[in-house]
């Protein structure tokens, strides 16, 4: 029993749109795939480049200048969480 029973050009004839669409679907995908592959490496790139930008930012920041007021030391009553009786 033969599957393909079709001899000859007939058989090219019927194949060619399978063989044609099969091919337009590859590229189509490859197409795809590649504009996502794309977008990751350029959203990977930028994300690497703030990172970069940000640890430049933070290096180059130095010590604060303006004014400033002493605030003097004050003795804090010390209080035990267990012993909260209202006298």
């Known amino acids: 029993m033969r599957v393909f029973p079709v001899r000859g050009w007939a058989r090219y004839l019927i ?12 590229m189509v995908l490859f197409a795809a795939f590649l504009t996502l592959f794309a977008l ?3 959203g990977v790139g930028l994300w690497l480049w703030w990172l970069r930008h940000k640890l430049h930012k933070a290096a180059s920041a ?12 004050v003795q804090v009553a010390k209080t035990d969480p267990d012993n909260l009786d209202d006298d």
Request: charged share 15%; net charge neutral; glycine share 8%.
């Open 15 to 26: 194949l060619l749109p399978a063989i044609t669409a099969a091919a337009v679907l590859t």
């Open 40 to 42: 990751g490496a350029v």
């Open 62 to 73: 130095q010590a604060l200048d303006g004014e400033y007021a002493v605030i003097k030391k």
